[in-house]
């Protein structure tokens, strides 16, 4: 059975910090494309960044200089490091994992307010 279990959200000022951890099992972890995604109520869900097997990141526009994904093959778990957070970022964040173009599973979502 596959899982992929996000955790570390929560409620922060704006300017802060939070650190999403997804841990899989279930999978051949290495060998998967690692996302972390976000949807905001009323907004459909979008890719906030991507990290490939070998270790090749993409983050989107709204997040470049301010998230970084990482990955940790030997804890098969993936990181959404989040600095300088505002309002915006607010959203229930997802984890996925996918070989092909396609996402093949998600997690359940965890939940991060930026609000003062």
């Known amino acids: 059975q596959v899982q992929l279990v996000e955790s570390g959200g929560g409620l922060v000022q704006p300017g802060g910090s939070l650190r999403l951890s997804c841990a899989a099992s279930g999978i051949i972890f290495r060998i998967y494309v690692m996302g972390w995604y976000r949807q905001a109520p009323g907004k459909q869900r979008e890719l906030v960044a991507d990290i490939t097997s070998g270790g090749s990141t993409s983050n989107a526009d709204s997040v470049k200089g301010r998230f970084t994904i990482s990955r940790d093959n030997a804890k098969n778990t993936v990181y959404l490091q989040m600095n300088s957070l505002k309002p915006e970022d607010t959203a229930v964040y997802y984890c996925?994992?996918?070989?092909?173009?396609?996402?093949?599973?998600w997690g359940q979502g965890t939940q991060v307010t930026v609000s003062s």
């Open positions: 996925s994992a996918r070989i092909g173009a396609r996402t093949d599973y």
